[in-house]
């Protein structure tokens, strides 16, 4: 008998499973998502996980707020000193010199101007390509006109 006809060969022994197995541990954006599908975006653990995907993306390199997120963000901003925001302000492109509830709105507007533009959905959508019939006489017109 050649390999190909070989019949497959039965295990020795059948799997026993104890029950105890570990399932597979969730990802980071899957965790995430969970938290978020909970209403759970105020926790501590979601706090945690937000920033460790943050760092994992780079966020701060290649984002001027440093978070994706607008809690996160509002956060920062409360934490800050009068002067603190107006070096932020710059660093995100907006004008220093506001009172501070103003400045506050300004900053959370851009946040959201910019997650818009980075956003993949809000991207214009490809224009359908036009076929040309050779056969149809105002086709075959504008073919000869494109193709001399």
């Known amino acids: 008998m050649s390999k190909e006809e070989k019949p497959e060969e039965e295990a020795p022994y059948k799997e026993v499973t104890t029950g105890q197995e570990v399932p597979e541990k969730e990802g980071l954006l899957e965790e995430l998502e969970r938290l978020r599908k909970a209403g759970e975006t105020s926790t ?65 507007k851009e946040f959201h101007r910019f997650q818009s533009r980075t956003n993949i959905f809000t991207a214009p959508l490809p224009v359908p390509v036009v076929k040309l019939d050779p056969e149809d006489p105002e086709h075959k017109q504008i073919l000869e006109w494109l193709n001399p």
Request: hydrophobic share 35%; aromatic share 10%; net charge neutral.
């Open 44 to 108: 501590a653990r979601y706090e945690e996980v937000l920033k460790e995907v943050q760092i994992a993306f780079g966020t701060g390199e290649n984002n001027p707020f440093g978070t994706n997120d607008v809690d996160a963000l509002k956060k920062k901003i409360k934490k800050m000193t009068l002067s603190g925001l107006h070096n932020f302000s710059r660093e995100v492109g907006i004008n220093p010199f506001y009172d501070r509830p103003t400045l506050v709105e300004n900053i959370i």
